[in-house]
C-alpha cells in the first residue's frame, strides 16, 4: 500500500510541478528576497516578494517567485506555495503555513483550503523528506517573521 | 576458518548478519556500508554478553567483575594493536570514533607542535571530519591550510603535493580511501614525501579499514584514526592510533577521571599512555564488541575480502556503465566498492527515496564532501557502497530499479 501511494504521490502533481514549476525566476525590484538551506543536503531556495504598495499596511503579497536547486520534493512544494499565496495577506499566509506544517506532521488529515497541497500529507511517513516540504514554508515563515 | 567466498558461497556468508537472513529484513538490499557496515551476530552476542555477565566498570575497584570486565577490555585493545600492527598498546587510543580521533590530534598535535605561520596539508576529498578541526585549530591560532586538489578522476594530483611541502609543513591529513569516489590514495608515497619535509602523516582510515589491512608501521603512519561501526564493529567506538614518541609529548585533549596520577587545586600529574587521552568511563561493551568485530574479520580473511570486494568493485561499475545517462563521478584504477553518481540530472533524493520503495537503501546527498560535489559542480550525488556479502543479483537488480526510476522521472 505504501509503495503504491508514495510513488502514485510523486507522479501525479509533484513530477508535474518539478518539470515545469510555477513562479519560477528572479524578479525585478522585489520588496525582499529570502534565502532558506537544507543543512543536511545542502538544497537552497531564494524566495521574492512584492507587497502591495498602495494598501497602508502593505501586508498584501501580489507577487511572489523563487529559485532554487532541490529534489522533486523541494521544487513541487515550493511552486505550488507560490501559486497558493498569491493575493493573500501576511495573517492569511501566517495560518496557511501553520496548516501545512500541520498536514506535514499527520496532526491534520486534510485542508480545505490548501487543495492540492494536501499531497505532502504522504511525506508523514518520510520524516527525512519532510524536511525538503518545508524548506519554502519555514524560509517565508522567517522572512515575515524579521 | 577461512572460507572462500565464491559467488556460490554468498548465502553462507550472509547468515552472519541477522538483517540480511531475518524474515522481516531479508529482503532488503542494503548498498551503504560506506556509512556504516551490518554488524554480525558474534559482534551483538559478545555485546549483549559484556551487558549481561559482566556489566561494570573498568580499571575501577577490586571486585572480579570489574576484573573481568578489565581483562576483556585490554583484551580488544591488544586485538586492535595487532589488527593494525601497531608496537605497543599505548599506542592505541580509544575514542568514540573517527571525528574524535581527528579532532584529538588537531587539537593536542597542533598545541605542541604547529605556530602561527606553520602550514597544514590537507586533500580536496577530505571528508568533513578531517576538514573542520583542522579549519577550526588553524583559524584560532593563525596557521594556514594548504589543498591537494584532485583529478575529474577523482586522483589526487601528487605533483601540486609535492610542490606544496615545505619545511613549513608540520601535518599532513590524508584519507585512505574517499568515502565519495572509492579512490584508494597512494597514502605510502604520501608518508615518504611527507617525512622527506619534517611533517608527519594523519590517515583518515574510516573507509580503509574494513577492506584491506593496514599495517601501520610497514606504512611509518604516524596518526592513524578509524571507527568501529565502518568494520562490522559497533557505533561509538573508534580508534587513534600514534607513535608513542608523539603522543607523550602531546598534552592531554580531555581531562576527567581516568587520565590522571594526582590531582590537586594547585596541580595535576596525568596517567601514562594510553590513559592520558581517555578520560571518562569508556563504551565497554562497544571496545569489545568491536574485538569481536576483529575477530569476525580474521574468520572471513582478509585476502577472501578483496578478493570478493575487487570481484564486485568490477562488476558493480560494468553494470552501472551499462545505464544510460548514468554519470559516475570519479574512476581512479585502484578503488574500493564504493560509487557516486547521477542518473539524468534527476536529484538524488528522489532517486535514493524511489529505491527506498523497491527495498534498496543507498545514500543520497553530500556525503559531507562538499568540496568534491563543488568540483563537480552538483548539490548532491546518489552514493553505492559495497560489502564483501553484497550479491551479484543485487546489483543486477539495482540496475533495474534505476532504469525503471530513470523512466520515471522523465
Known sequence: MKQKNYLDLYQQTILSHNKTPKNFGKMTNPCCSIDGQNQMCGDYVSLHLTFDKHRPLRDLLINLSFEGEGCAILIASTSMMTELLKDKNIAEIKELIIEFKKILHGEIEYSQRLGDINIFAGLAKFPSRKQCAILSWDTLMKGINN | ?410
Open chain 2, 1 to 410: 576458518m577461512v572460507l572462500e567466498i565464491m559467488c556460490g558461497q554468498i548465502k553462507k556468508i550472509r547468515e552472519f548478519f541477522p538483517l540480511l537472513t531475518e524474515q522481516k529484513s531479508a529482503n532488503i538490499v542494503y548498498f551503504d556500508n560506506a556509512s556504516t557496515t551490518l554488524k554480525p551476530i558474534s559482534v551483538i552476542q559478545k555485546m549483549a554478553e559484556v551487558y549481561r555477565n559482566y556489566p561494570v566498570n573498568v580499571h575501577r575497584g577490586a571486585h572480579s567483575l570489574g576484573e573481568q570486565a578489565s581483562v576483556e577490555y585490554e583484551k580488544a585493545r591488544e586485538k586492535i594493536r595487532q589488527f593494525i600492527n601497531a608496537k605497543s598498546t599505548k599506542e592505541v587510543i580509544l575514542t568514540k570514533g573517527t571525528t574524535e580521533a581527528i579532532n584529538l590530534v588537531a587539537h593536542s598535535f597542533g598545541e605542541r607542535y604547529i605556530r602561527r605561520g606553520d602550514e597544514v596539508i590537507l586533500t580536496q576529498m577530505e571528508h568533513h571530519a578531517n576538514i573542520v578541526p583542522w579549519k577550526m585549530f588553524c583559524d584560532k591560532i593563525g596557521a594556514v591550510l594548504k589543498v591537494v586538489p584532485f583529478t575529474s578522476d577523482g586522483v589526487l594530483d601528487l605533483t601540486t603535493y609535492k610542490k606544496l611541502l615545505s619545511p613549513k609543513t608540520k601535518i599532513v591529513a590524508v584519507i585512505y580511501v574517499s568515502n565519495s569516489l572509492g579512490t584508494i590514495n597512494p597514502i605510502s608515497t604520501i608518508i615518504q614525501d611527507a617525512h622527506a619535509v619534517g611533517a608527519k602523516v594523519l590517515i583518515d582510515g574510516a573507509q580503509a579499514v574494513a577492506h584491506f589491512p593496514i599495517d601501520v608501521q610497514a606504512l611509518d603512519i604516524d596518526f592513524l584514526c578509524f571507527s568501529g561501526h565502518k568494520m562490522y564493529g559497533p557505533f561509538g567506538i573508534g580508534v587513534l592510533y600514534g607513535k608513542e614518541n608523539l603522543l607523550e609529548e602531546m598534552p592531554p585533549f580531555l581531562g576527567g577521571g581516568g587520565m590522571i596520577q594526582n590531582v590537586s587545586f594547585d596541580s595535576i600529574s596525568y596517567s601514562s599512555l594510553p590513559n592520558k587521552f581517555e578520560p571518562g568511563t569508556p563504551p565497554i561493551a562497544s571496545v569489545i564488541g568491536l574485538g569481536e568485530a576483529i575477530n569476525f574479520i580474521k574468520t572471513i580473511g582478509f585476502e577472501n575480502i578483496q578478493k570478493r570486494e575487487e570481484h564486485l568493485t568490477a562488476y558493480t561499475k560494468n553494470v552501472l556503465k551499462g545505464i544510460t545517462d548514468l554519470k559516475i563521478f570519479g574512476d581512479s584504477p585502484m578503488r574500493c566498492p564504493v560509487f557516486s553518481f547521477n542518473l539524468n540530472g534527476i536529484h538524488p533524493h528522489d532517486i535514493s527515496t524511489f529505491l527506498d520503495q523497491k527495498g534498496i537503501a543507498i545514500r543520497s546527498g553530500h556525503h559531507c564532501n562538499q568540496p568534491i560535489m563543488k568540483y563537480y559542480k552538483v548539490p548532491a550525488t546518489n552514493r553505492v557502497s559495497l560489502s564483501f556479502y553484497n550479491s551479484e543479483d543485487e546489483i543486477n537488480y539495482l540496475a533495474e530499479v534505476l532504469q525503471q526510476a530513470r523512466i520515471f522521472f522523465l
